[in-house]
């Protein structure tokens, strides 16, 4: 029996059939995995906190699960994500319960690189997972085959305790080599949800040639050598920085492009756009719209050519009229003049 809930919350009391090879210690925990009884038969694993990193990481997880619950409800609660159906956050060993499918895509080490079959179906998993981070705005940060597990049909993305808002500071280095992109390797400025694809399509590099990541430019050049289809999919995902990289819905679009199923109207299985997919396109095109806006700024500030110098004005010669008039008005001056000379020299 486990009896989960928080300080403030109500007890919960559920069965868990663990199996029996026992526990397997990773990152700080202790992990036994088992079989939820009267929970539909889903398999789950019960996490145990034995370091201060680990208990920090599992409080960050449980806030995790918390919003991803007020954000999706339990009936909508999509089996890509890992779901945290209990936990015990105090005591000298806290723990919490998440669910989980199949195995981590790490234990496929033995049979790398995938054949083409399964590869594009796991892929497809990935690019899911990719667009329910999207559409919740959240950034995982820690992508990698140990974090996401595949039970045949379906990838299933767990450990969240590294995860944030998209936009909220990165604070620190994050994530785990070689998955991690260059941005969480600094540790600078905010999370993006492309930090996410980065960390996808290493994994994604990895299945498809069994060699694992290296540094960005050098992932540049190697996908270069890919088969046709592995290289469109992957071509602007090993970026310097995550606001040169493209979307984790641009790759789902590459993606079906390739496969050949319908993105738009016609025949095939088409869907209206998700609203989070229409926010995307709006703020591309604004970016953009602001590209140009800035390029124009700076045409217009441009140094002028200079202008040669401009031509004294012509003067145009007097007609005989024209001097007759200037000599009178001249003689008449004078003569005025001369008189109010005559008339001070007399009161003097």
């Known amino acids: 029996m486990i009896t989960c809930g928080g300080r403030d919350a109500g007890k919960s009391i559920f069965e868990i059939d663990f199996d029996r090879q026992g526990e397997t210690s990773r990152n700080g925990f202790r992990e036994r995995h088992g079989l939820l ?13 034995h370091t201060d990193a680990a208990r920090q990481e599992l409080e960050r997880t449980v806030r995790t699960a918390d919003v991803l619950v007020r954000r999706l409800g ?41 054949e083409a079959g399964q590869l594009w179906a796991v892929v497809d998993g990935i690019l899911t997972v990719l667009r329910q981070l999207n559409d919740l705005r959240l950034v995982h940060r820690d992508i990698r085959p140990e974090t996401l597990w595949w039970d045949g049909t379906t990838v299933q993305l767990a450990d969240f305790g590294l995860t944030l808002d998209e936009g909220e500071p990165r604070g620190a280095a994050a994530g785990t080599d070689p998955w991690r992109s260059p941005e969480q ?13 980065y960390s996808a399509g290493a994994v994604i590099f990895h299945l498809a040639t069994g060699e694992e990541a290296t540094t960005a430019a050098d992932m540049r ?48 299985t088409f869907r209206p756009p998700r609203l989070a997919e229409v926010e995307q396109q709006a703020r591309q095109h604004f970016h953009e719209l602001r590209a140009r806006q800035h390029a ?38 004078a003569a005025a003049l001369l008189g109010v000379l005559i008339a001070v020299l007399a009161l003097v």
């Open 296 to 333: 124009f700024s700076r045409q217009q500030h441009r140094p002028a050519y200079p202008q040669p110098p401009a031509a004294p004005p012509r003067v145009r010669p007097l007609g005989p009229a024209e001097r007759r008039r200037v000599v009178v008005l001249s003689v008449t001056l």
């Open 74 to 114: 339990i009936t909508r609660y999509p089996p890509e994500l890992s779901r945290v159906v209990g936990y015990r956050p105090d005591g000298r060993a806290p723990y919490l319960v998440a669910t989980r499918r199949g195995g981590p895509l790490s234990a496929l080490g033995d049979r790398l690189p995938l």
């Open 37 to 49: 009884v009267h929970g539909g038969g889903e398999r789950v694993v019960q996490r145990i906190a």
């Open 221 to 268: 050049d190697r996908v270069r050598w890919l088969d046709s289809s592995q290289r469109k999919l992957l071509e602007g995902v090993f970026t310097d920085e995550a606001r040169q990289r493209v979307s984790g819905y641009a790759l789902r679009l590459r993606r079906d492009t390739d496969a050949g199923r319908s993105t738009g109207p016609g025949p095939g």
């Open 185 to 197: 390797a600094k540790g600078q400025g905010r999370a993006d949800c492309r930090d996410d694809v």
